[in-house]
């Protein structure tokens, strides 16, 4: 068989740990029933969404009536956003984001412009992180939401919610943050956090894909955006996906079980390789901050270099990793994240994301060094745009 590829693409997906994996089996098949049912089948479903729901509550330190179960990252923020927006229009018109949010927020909030909804954007410095001066200044009376991300999944920079939070409600308006990257990775307390909603998935944590929660605090009016069955106390229609849910919920355990033993031992893989890569390699940029960074995240742009010729290269040594930039109608835009903290449009092109976990090895690690070193060469090697910088010479 074809020797093993590293996986090293931990923030677009996890593996479902063995924990979570054997918790859903009988889900599937012996206790399948609908939790709104009335019967012994029903009773027993609910059972185990009722527990999950308990267990992701209390690690972020929400009551489990808080805890409304969604198809995944992009509901929650889908629902977030548009949920407030339209339980709130007597209100105001104004909300906030950050230039470096996930499509499913961005996307969302371009809809939300068509409809009549005015969306500033508060600026991030080079690092990634807000400028807490500048969203002072643009929220006012008619703000009536504040969202920004917890940590961003590209540069793994983790923004000062608290902060942003106070801002938000400094002016009566909610605070919502996508922790989808963080949630289960950093210790999250919503009540000291101070926000009003936020968005986690369970697919990033070893848990099963296609589903997440929305954390809405109690007291908060929220819209639905699916509207249908009795489900998620009314707020959200459509059968309960239970072996995910308990799948989501194992899951999270876990991670929390272990979060600050797989903190140290993902940082210290990822420390290990910034710092070679910094060294080692000549013209590479380390994207975001070496502080207040999402543990498994390392994010560099390689000049002279398009980062999909990278990507390529690496995939050939079985290296798996991901680019910045999206293709997109055949066209390959830079990545927006980037183009926001400042970066001119061809670092912007050649960034790629490496992104550990906690099955990897600082072996791994180091032939990932190597090889990023002769692909590196090799490709600058065939660029005139290199060559006219003159010889340079590699560790
Ligand atoms: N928000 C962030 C910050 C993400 O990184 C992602 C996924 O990559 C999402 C939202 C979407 O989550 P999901 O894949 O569960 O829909």
Redesign the pocket.
Known sequence: MEKKAIYFDH??TTPVCQEALQKMIPYFTDVFGNPNSQHAFGRESAKAVDEARDEIASIINAKPSEVYFTS????S?NWALRGIAHAHKDKGNHIVISPIE?A?MLVTAKALEKEGFKIDYMKVDSQGFVDLQHLKSIVGEGTILVGC?MAN?EVGTIEPIKEIAEIAHSVGAYCFT?A??AAGVLKLDVKELGVDLM?M?S??IYGPKGV?ALYVRNGVKIGSILTGGHQERMKRGGTTNVPAIVGFGEAFKIANRDLDKNFEYVSSLRDHFIDRVLNEVPFVKLNGPRQNRLPANADFSFEFIEGESILFSLDLAGICVSSGSACSSGSLEPSHVLLALGLEEALAHGSIRFSFGKHNTMEEVDYAVETIKSAVQRLRDMSPLFKAQGDIKYV
């Open positions: 923030a677009a995944g990252g992009t509901e923020d996930h499913a991300m999944n996508d989808v990257q968005s998935s697919h990033k997440g």
